[in-house]
């Protein structure tokens, strides 16, 4: 993916973004974290639904009606996914959404904008590094697929900072790092890059079992004589 997809420059011309998660900033964006947090753990729901069915059939089995165990199932479903569901909505909301700096050229102030809204602005003198880790697993001798690659991003802040975020798969790393160093560059703050190399552990080998051919005795190849 190129950098131009993290490093944006805002809609005024004067702020530039490095973007971390998609959304947030305003409130019709929050509205659709909100309701994307309830997406989230439907879906996992869903996914324990052969627990659930298992479950059901045990009920039936010892003597509930399926109609009744199906209804209790489903009330403890929906009531676990509307106790979960504010705890991480919450957390969606304030997870920070994107970097935002000012001016465009040459920073002097940065901030956090997260699920709602935009931290103030604050000198970027607090802005310790930006790290870039990326994970790179190399193929083994014939393995006919791809190296795999992973880059993460953490902002480091005086106060703390925010991270590590996964950078979309595909990612071009060099080219982030050059674009984050022309970046804050001006303002002294240091852009880091740490790669981490493995080859991909090599698949056990089918065992052969059990080989069928040639003598099945010792003494096949002999002969008997009976005769005296």
Not at 47 to 67: E, H, K, N, R, Y
Not at 117 to 131: F, H, N, T, V, Y
Not at 191 to 203: F, W
């Amino acid at each position: 993916m190129p950098a131009e997809e993290l490093i944006r420059r805002g809609r005024d011309g004067d702020t530039v973004d490095l973007v971390l998660e998609a959304g947030g900033g305003s409130w019709p964006a929050a509205v659709l974290l909100v309701l994307r947090a309830l997406a989230t753990l439907l879906a996992v729901g869903l996914a324990f639904l052969p627990a659930v069915l298992l479950v059901v059939m045990v009920a039936v089995i010892v003597g509930a009606t399926f109609v009744a165990a199906v209804t209790v199932c489903g009330v403890l479903w929906a009531g676990a996914a509307l106790l979960l569901w504010p705890f991480l909505a919450v957390a969606e909301l304030r997870s920070v959404r994107r970097v935002q700096f000012t001016p465009a050229r040459a920073p002097t102030e940065m901030r956090f904008v997260r699920g709602v809204r935009a931290d103030a602005w604050a000198p970027i003198s607090g802005l310790r590094r930006i790290q870039l880790d990326e994970s790179v697993e190399e193929p083994y001798e014939g393995d006919p697929a791809p190296a795999a690659r992973t880059l993460t991003i953490t902002v480091v802040t005086s106060a703390g900072g925010d991270g590590p975020r996964r950078a979309p798969d595909g990612t071009d790393a060099d080219a982030l790092q050059r674009s984050l160093k022309d970046l804050l560059g001006p303002a002294g703050v240091p852009v880091l890059r740490h790669t981490e190399r493995r080859v991909r552990p090599k698949p056990p080998a089918p065992s052969g079992g059990w080989v069928y051919g040639g003598s099945g005795s010792a003494n096949s190849g002999g002969g008997f004589s009976g005769g005296g």
